[in-house]
């Protein structure tokens, strides 16, 4: 079963207003979260990312005014798309990183959201 | 820096046939990962491998198998007798300790096996 959870998994909201989706780890503690984001038939692109307790880091050309991350919990980060518009419909998807005894901490995704404003 | 290049945008096979989905990537460190995830239309991505780059012996799962080069900076991935269920795009994706795990994902390859 999925060990990151997003949530909704799709959501339409009306051009101007505010969605926040969720990126839960289900059964491990995460300290650092990762958001991509992905338009239709392209690549997916990092960008921001989530570190409990702290600000997060946002890639270059991210407004981080419109795309608010809190990660206040080891187990829950938020993306909040703030005064959403058309443009900002793309789908959503976070990763999780766990803390492992390997050099390498294990990422697991979440399913993604569709996000589409209208 | 890193990147990720998978140069085929668009592939159909015809069922049965055997597919070769192509990665090159770049990077300066030396120890790195690499990965295959499967992307259906529902979004999700599925993962598919993961490779150490200090690991450069192929592998094979079912009818899905993965050469590791390291002196051409390929990880290509190669779908034997393809079946209309492996239609879907897929991602080659890079990821090194040193950018604290973030992927840096090929812009992937959207495979149609038509039966």
């Known amino acids: 079963g999925a060990v990151v959870s997003q949530h909704p998994s799709r959501v339409i909201c009306k051009s101007g207003t505010s969605v926040k989706i969720e990126c839960r780890s289900l059964?491990?503690?995460?300290?650092?979260m990762f958001w991509y984001r992905q338009f239709p038939k392209q690549s997916l692109m990092l960008m921001a990312t989530?570190?409990?307790?702290?600000?997060?880091?946002?890639e270059q050309g991210v407004e981080k005014d419109k795309f608010l991350i809190n990660h206040a919990s080891l187990t829950l980060s938020t993306l909040t798309v703030t005064s959403a518009h058309p443009e900002d419909s793309s789908f959503y998807i976070c990763?999780?990183?766990?803390?492992?005894?390997?050099?390498?901490?294990?990422?697991?995704f979440g399913e993604g959201s569709w996000l589409t404003v209208v | 820096a890193q990147k990720v290049t998978q140069a085929q945008t668009e592939i159909s096979v015809v069922e049965k046939e055997d597919v070769t989905l192509d990665c090159v990537y770049e990077t300066r460190d030396t120890t790195y990962y690499l990965f295959w995830y499967k992307q259906p239309p529902s979004g999700e991505l599925v993962f598919l491998i993961r490779r150490n780059s200090f690991d450069e012996q192929n592998e094979i799962s079912g009818r899905y198998s993965w050469n590791f080069q390291k002196s051409t900076s390929s990880f290509n991935f190669t779908i034997t007798a393809s079946q209309v269920v492996d239609s879907a795009v897929y991602f080659c994706?890079?990821?090194?300790?040193?950018?604290?795990?973030?992927?840096?994902f090929g812009t992937g390859t959207s495979l149609t096996v038509i039966p």
């Open positions: 059964d491990f503690q995460a300290t650092t």
């Open positions: 994706a890079l990821s090194d300790e040193n950018t604290g795990n973030q992927f840096y």
């Open positions: 990763s999780a990183k766990r803390q492992g005894d390997f050099v390498f901490d294990t990422i697991y």
């Open positions: 989530s570190n409990e307790g702290s600000k997060a880091t946002y």
